[in-house]
């Protein structure tokens, strides 16, 4: 069975996989498909295993141009700091190494290379088997977790290409209400940098992103690069309820085309607020199987309260505006 949590960013998801990755049998497959090339992750048509390899092995340029200028990055675990690590704090780090790996392994260079090189010997095949050899490869690398569950920031934005690529596979939606994802997003700098640029935000220096000229995103460090400038800047908050709100619109009317058995939805404040009937559930709709351990309770152990609201500081106009950008896509989760 394909098992995937979707979601858009900041919704909690981070925090969901890592309680499900608490099964002694679950395989928590963390960021893998958000990072790889839009055009090519999902591809019906049959690729090499060198191809696929080269896929996976690349980089993801809009999180290391924010790592590159020294903005934390709470999803970013890869141990630049470690005297044994390849990677340096501004090196083009594989997307593998930013996230998935280093949750999997303390030795992730290691892992890595082992990888690739398992995923070039796989045969010609599509996108999806390819998905399903690496995962299959890295349970049994780690251990034999032949259960895997993958999660994705912003998945929901290409739910529909996602489902398309597996088209029996269950989908665990969570959710959490848009204005307090967007005022999240816009503290989170690998969010700030692409939605900034899609929007041509208005910046603190009364420019526009536009008007600091073409940007290069593998360019050097400045201090008035407009890479820069944008990560200084805080954008105002109702541009990230739009992207919200589209990511929202994109994925969220595609749900309803799936069976019940293949469809689970969950409140990211339902799950924080009683973490143990909501993983319960969570169990039974993955079919995950019995286990003497009670991971469910080193699962709850995981959750730090509810957190706190932010709309209630924002000042009254700006407060207004960012609703009103949730507005649509708000009553399309609550319908």
Known sequence: MDRFIVGSGRCGSTLLSRMLGCHP?????????????MQRRFARVPISGGEYAAMVGAEQPMVNAVLRRGYPVSEVVYPFDASASRYRR???????????????SATPDALYDALLEAVRGFPEQTAAAHARSLFAWLGAELGGRDLWIERSGSSIHYFPALQACFPEARFLHLHREGVEVALSMREHHAYRLPISMLYDAPLDDGMRVSDGGAIDIAGEP????????????????????????????AG????????????????????????RPQLEAIADFFSLPASDADWIADAGDLVRGVPPTRLGALPEAEAAALVEACRGSQALLES
């Open 25 to 37: 049998g679950v395989l928590d497959i963390s960021e893998f498909f958000n990072g790889l090339d």
């Open 90 to 104: 501004g090196d083009a780090v594989p997307w593998l190494l930013i996230t998935l790996l280093p949750r999997l």
């Open 252 to 275: 969220v009317p595609a749900l309803a085309d799936l069976p019940e058995d293949r469809l689970q939805t969950l409140s990211f404040e339902a799950l924080v607020r009683d973490p």
């Open 222 to 249: 400045l201090a008035d690069d407009p890479i820069s400038r944008i990560l200084e800047s805080r954008p105002p908050p109702e541009l990230f309820g739009r992207y919200w709100a589209d990511q929202i619109a």
